[in-house]
């Protein structure tokens, strides 16, 4: 029998991890490349870590840098999301958000929204559709080059380590290669890509080079990817000694409209965290101006940070903002889709029995009988958000059914006639 094809996929965020488990699924096995150390992509969570803070030391503390709960206005008994919000609770990964939330509420009135979130932190969602997906890893490994042939499979070429964030034209450290063939290059049958758009046909300090957007370039679709949009904000998570603070407000989480501070949430609070935190954490973002502003700065953002502080202390200064035991500040260049394909605006409202919206949910980079390229992710998808993510994931998946049912180890002969 022919081997099945093999399959890359290119972020363990969300829709990556989602897609992984679905394909996992359809009996084929995945490897996914990601650059971070860990997964959850713009769902991740910061661990703050006790002693000299170095990664043997136990974790105190968690925040949610990114997103914040997971929204869903779907019916318990949705075909797609009723089983999938059954499974993450009744496995720990999520609980209902029960806090009460101040401010301008974002989520609008109409057919009333569900929250969830995460005890021990968003990014253990998609760290179980990865445990679901058996999926092999190469962590600290990022796409830096990505090449399709018009008869053979894809290849892509990776970097690794300090070099992951390094642009690809900076030579690669073939030395942090320890296990030889694990960075350098990987050939592929399918590849999906599901980082921010903006993020492989816009402008980019650490641009994915090849040919992988040539088949599009006679094409519209390239135009309409090229019109996604990102807002940008700043996080900064603090971390406090339990046994000196406790929190001092009724609500969980709090909206502002004004200032360089817009979203303030008693996170670990928000969580329902675990004893082993010890650590009270707070999380806050600041407004799309003040990222839009200073987006160009370098870690540790000392200039974005200082702002927020100034503007903490006057909206909360029940709060000793500088005592905090440890502070993490995270820039989001691509925070949420402010524009998706063809400069569409998503819908935070969305629901999956509304239809697509004329969102495509993932796009078609390349195709030949041995090579299928895609893109995925939430600026495809109707809503920036994770249920507009597992969407994407489910697009990608039908796409790669059909293409897997027609293979034959050579190419797709059946579909040739
Ligand atoms: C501040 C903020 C608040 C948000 N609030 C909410 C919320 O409350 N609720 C909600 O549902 N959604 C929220 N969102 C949106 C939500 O986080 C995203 O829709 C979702 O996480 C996107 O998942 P993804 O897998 O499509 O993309 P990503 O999470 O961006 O995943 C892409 C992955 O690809 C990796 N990668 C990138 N380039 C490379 C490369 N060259 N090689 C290898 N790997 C690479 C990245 O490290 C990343 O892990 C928020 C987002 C932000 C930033």
Redo the contacts with the bound molecule.
């Keep these: 029998m022919a081997p099945p094809p093999r399959v890359v996929i ?7 991890s989602m897609l992984a488990a679905l394909l996992k699924e359809m009996g084929l096995s995945v490897k996914i ?4 150390r860990g997964a ?4 991740t969570t910061h661990s703050f870590r006790g002693g000299s803070g170095g990664r043997s030391e136990p974790v105190v503390g968690r925040a949610d840098m ?6 869903t206005r779907s019916c318990q008994d949705h075909e797609v999301l009723g089983p999938m919000y059954t499974s993450l609770q009744s496995a720990g990964v999520l609980s209902p958000f029960t806090g009460q939330v101040a401010g301008p509420n974002p989520y609008g009135s109409g057919n009333a929204p569900r929250h969830f979130v995460a005890p021990a932190g968003l990014k253990s969602v998609a760290e179980h559709f990865l445990t679901r997906a058996e999926a092999e890893v190469e962590w600290d ?3 830096s080059k990505l090449d399709f042939s018009p008869n053979g499979s894809a290849t892509l070429q990776l970097s690794r380590g300090a070099s992951a964030q390094r642009p690809p034209t900076a030579p690669m450290i073939p030395d942090s290669c320890e296990d030889g063939g694990s960075c350098g290059s990987l050939s592929a049958d399918i590849v999906v890509l ?3 758009v903006p ?1 492989l046909v816009g402008k980019s300090r650490y641009p ?1 080079e090849g040919n992988f957007l040539d088949r599009l370039e006679d094409d519209t679709t390239l135009s309409k990817l090229r019109q996604v949009e990102f807002s940008s ?1 700043f ?1 900064t998570a603090y971390f406090f000694d339990s046994k000196t603070f406790s929190w001092p407000y009724v609500w969980t989480a709090h909206y502002f409209e004004q200032g360089d501070v817009r979203y303030v949430a008693h996170d670990s609070g928000k969580r329902g965290a675990a004893s082993e935190e010890s650590m009270v954490s707070v999380l806050v ?1 600041s407004g799309v101006p003040l990222g839009m502003e200073l987006k160009d700065q370098e870690a540790p953002f000392e200039g974005a940070a200082a702002r927020m502080l100034a503007d903490l202390e006057k909206k909360l200064p029940d709060i000793p903002w500088s005592q905090a035991s440890g502070v993490k500040t995270h820039k ?1 260049l691509y ?2 889709v402010y524009k998706g394909i063809g400069a569409k605006r998503p819908d935070p409202a969305w629901e999956w029995t509304s239809g697509d919206h004329g969102f495509p949910g993932c796009v078609e980079l390349f195709r030949t009988p041995q090579a299928l390229g895609l893109i995925a ?2 600026s495809l998808a109707p809503a ?3 249920e ?2 597992i969407y994407s994931a489910h697009c990608a998946a039908e796409v790669i059914k059909k293409f897997a049912s027609d293979w034959d180890g050579q190419g797709l002969v059946k579909s040739k006639h």
């Design positions: 290119v972020g363990a965020g969300v829709t990556g490349i990601e650059k971070s959850g992509g713009r769902m990114g997103a914040q709960y997971l929204t490994t990022a796409l599901t980082q921010p993020q994915v904000r996080a973002h989001w925070s949420q992710g939430d920036g958000n994770f507009g993510c």
